[in-house]
């Protein structure tokens, strides 16, 4: 079960080369797609319908409501058939997935902010049970104040959940991690849970136009689940033991240590699923790193703007890259600093704030990428887009003026930087 | 005493797949408090033997015996019996 340690190569690591977002492989004879017009949350049910799953447990929330209701409606017109349970709040959503999980099923679910919150002691137990359960998170802020607008302080507060965490740029996005969540939290080396999480309303209900594999493409790909072990009465298992001070430590560190190796299985997931659609995935995305002095790294729907904006300023002859990270969890430590290590300052954008932290998390994680290494990049923390707030080209382009005056003059002004808050 | 597995040695996600295997856990040393039967006081009622949680009580040809590999001392048996016939004796 457990594997001598993988080399570590700085694969994964997918440039753009372009302007397109596919990425051209070698040899590769890429499968037929049809060109459609999905919303984010349309995408993913398309999708999680062409995974062929067995058991969905959801309950709707907003910005992910419309996942459950279309998966719902394939299941109505015959389209699937899955078991589709409609459970009474999302504990129970994800109580039931992680039982069909633990019968051998393929399972699908999908929740969003106070959803998420509430699923939290489930979570930890899909982990540790490692069940290969699919959870799409719309990304939603959290109560208090009431607000049903994009931003990421759900996931980011449960991401020490032990979930393979992946994060989607916009539709197709959204469609190509979901069909590669189930391959990699299935596969036997890995047997762990995988969040695809796109950004409320920005991704999720944003029609935007995409390729679709065809069903067959998708079932060779991904064929049915099979399990290391099923709760079946033919052969009796006892799950969800106890695990005492002399026990428990030693299953963390074995849930710790696969949840690292998960990397590997992502890259070549990844890389097989280019194969197949000649969109190449991984850890993450690099724009005009090559030879840029600041670079601007963030996840999700974001990503977008910061391409476009670097794209400008390069043409305006500024050292400027960006960096999308598709990986959230487990964090790709070896290949970002890879990617990043000849920069001289790096924002780091975080669309939630970590209370009472020196910084966001995500800042705090690339903080701990560069911890011991000797490398003297400036970093900006940038906190924004909280509870929807838009966030314009004209904001990354400030972005973008003041991390090359760190690059330039080696001094950092703000610790946290509030993009666009009013004082 | 012999070394406990390692992280790498234990199954995966805890997952017992040996039925019964808890009858291995002796739960006995967690006793403070030991339950003593006085079998000439004993009428025999099997009170014990059903509110026992454990169930630590075994049914024997005259009465009752308790286990101690299991017995975790928790004085359920000594509250129910009608007749005082066991007592709680610290260990």
């Given at each position: 079960m457990y594997r001598k340690k993988g080399k570590f190569t700085g694969e994964g690591v997918i440039p753009y080369s372009g302007e397109g977002s596919t990425v051209t492989i070698e040899g590769a004879a890429v499968c037929t797609q049809t060109g459609c017009a999905y919303t984010g949350n349309e995408a993913v049910a398309y999708a999680a319908k062409q995974c062929n799953v067995d058991v969905v447990s959801a309950y709707p929330i907003t910005p992910q409501t419309i996942i459950v209701e279309r998966f719902s409606e394939y299941v109505a017109n015959g389209e699937v058939d899955t078991k589709f349970l409609a459970v009474e709040s999302e504990h129970s959503a994800m109580s039931a997935c992680v039982g069909a999980s633990l019968g051998g099923a393929r399972v699908f679910t999908s929740t969003a902010s106070q959803g998420l919150a509430l699923m939290h002691e489930v979570l930890y137990l899909a982990s540790g049970l490692r069940c290969p359960i699919v959870m799409a998170v719309v990304n939603r802020a959290l109560s208090a104040p009431i607000n049903i607008h994009g931003d990421q302080s759900d996931m980011m507060g449960s991401r020490d959940c032990g979930w393979i965490q992946l994060f989607a740029e916009n539709a197709q996005e959204s469609y190509d991690l979901t069909i590669q969540a189930f391959k990699i939290a299935e596969d036997k080396g890995v047997h762990l849970p995988v969040s695809v999480n796109l950004d409320g309303f920005t991704v999720s209900h944003a029609t935007e136009s995409m390729k679709a594999c065809a069903d067959e493409d998708v079932h060779k790909f991904l064929p049915p689940r099979e399990s290391l072990f099923k709760v079946d009465p033919t052969t009796p298992i006892s799950v969800g033991g106890m695990a005492l001070p002399e026990y428990y430590y030693e299953f963390k560190r074995q849930q710790e240590e696969a949840l690292q190796l998960s990397k590997l299985f992502v890259n070549r997931v990844g890389k097989e699923y280019g194969k197949m659609t000649g969109r190449r995935y991984g850890y993450l995305r690099t724009y005009g790193l090559e030879d840029a002095d600041a670079a601007v790294i963030s996840l999700g729907s974001t990503c977008g703007n910061v391409r476009s904006v670097a794209r400008t300023l390069r043409a305006k002859g500024k050292k400027v890259g960006a960096i999308k990270l598709w990986m959230y969890r487990p964090f790709p430590r070896e290949e970002l600093f890879s990617a990043i290590k000849d920069l001289k300052a790096l924002a780091v954008m975080d669309r939630a704030i970590s209370f009472g932290?020196?910084?966001?998390a995500l800042c705090s994680d690339i903080a701990a990428t560069l911890l011991n290494t000797g490398s003297d990049i400036k970093i900006l923390n940038m906190i924004y887009?909280?509870?929807?707030?838009d966030i314009p080209p004209s904001t990354i382009n400030t972005v973008f003026t003041d991390t090359l005056r760190a690059a330039k003059t080696?001094?950092?002004?703000?610790?946290?930087n509030y993009l666009d808050v009013r004082e | 005493m012999t070394q406990k597995p390692g992280w790498r040695e234990l199954p995966i996600g805890g997952?017992?797949?040996?039925?019964?295997?808890?009858?291995?856990?002796?739960?006995?040393?967690?006793?403070t408090y030991k339950p003593v039967l006085d079998k000439a006081k004993c009428t025999k009622c099997l009170l014990c033997w059903i509110y026992c949680p454990e169930p630590s009580i075994d049914r024997t040809n005259d009465g009752i015996e308790i286990n101690y590999d299991f017995c975790k001392g928790c004085g359920l048996c000594a509250s129910e019996c009608p007749v005082k016939a066991i007592v709680m004796v610290e260990e």
């Open positions: 932290a020196p910084q966001g887009g909280l509870g929807g707030r080696g001094k950092v002004k703000e610790r946290i | 997952h017992l797949h040996e039925p019964g295997s808890s009858l291995k856990y002796k739960t006995g040393p967690w006793r």
